[in-house]
């Protein structure tokens, strides 16, 4: 009888070791998952934030859209001018910043000035009249 008690004594035991590594192991996933995917995702935000400057188009949380008229980086507020009506917002209200600066690959000539776009407009047009 003293035997099975201590059997099962050491079966329990080796049963807790293995519950604790994988616990570990659990929370060691979760961290990977979730933890440090937010973590990295409130940097991203913050460096955006840090790089507002006056002219760029934002959205806020609340939905508003407008244009940064000003920035205080001091205080962590800006100015939003929403069709000449000028607002005070925290920078933690930009939900979206679209920058004024342009790709240099947008500020060439539209594709609709080019010669083949104007001769597939003429070749519609005779075709339309031949009928």
Known sequence: MKLNLMAAQQGAGG?????L???IILFGAMYIFTVRPQKKKMAEQ???????KKGDEVITRSGLHGTVDSVDQAKRVFVLNANNIF???ELGAIMEVKSVDKPEHLNTKDDTDSPEMGN???ESDNEENDK
């Open 15 to 19: 049963q807790t070791m293995y519950m």
């Open 21 to 23: 590594v994988l616990m």
């Open 46 to 52: 913050q460096d955006r934030l840090s790089k507002v």
């Open 87 to 89: 607002l005070t917002f």
């Open 120 to 122: 597939v407009e003429e």
